[in-house]
Nanobody, 124 residues
């Protein structure tokens, strides 16, 4: 079992930055690929970024490439999402998730554990 708790969301102006954190508790954190997803109002949840067990491989949705950076600290059992150059269309609830599979772009249904989400609102 893995429990995930996100933090760091908030209100920011377009062009600004936020860093989301996701703290994990439970066993074998370093064995999980970790991902960030988001759900915008009226839309389905979508993949944002993922990072492999070791942190050596990262994966991004085209919409956030070059603006967002995912990283992890296995010693702290925490995964981060640094979001720069934020746009109003990045407004969403952001979720972190964990899956015990090799690094890659796994679908929402593949992920085993989910956090409760943190709201990010970008004003224009």
């Amino acid at each position: 079992q893995v429990q995930l708790v996100e933090s760091g969301g908030g209100l920011v102006q377009a062009g600004g930055s936020l860093r989301l954190s996701c703290a994990a508790s439970g066993r074998a954190f370093s064995r999980y690929t970790l991902g960030w997803f988001r759900r915008a109002p009226g839309k389905e949840r979508e993949f944002v970024a993922a990072i492999s067990w070791s942190g050596g491989s990262t994966y991004y949705a085209d919409s956030v490439k070059a603006r967002f950076t995912i990283s992890r600290d296995n010693d702290k059992s925490t995964v981060y999402l640094q979001m720069n150059s934020l746009k109003p269309e990045d407004t969403a609830v952001y979720y972190c998730a964990a899956v015990q599979k090799p690094g890659g772009i796994w679908t929402e249904r593949d992920y085993d554990y989910w956090g409760q989400g943190t709201q990010v609102t970008v004003s224009s």
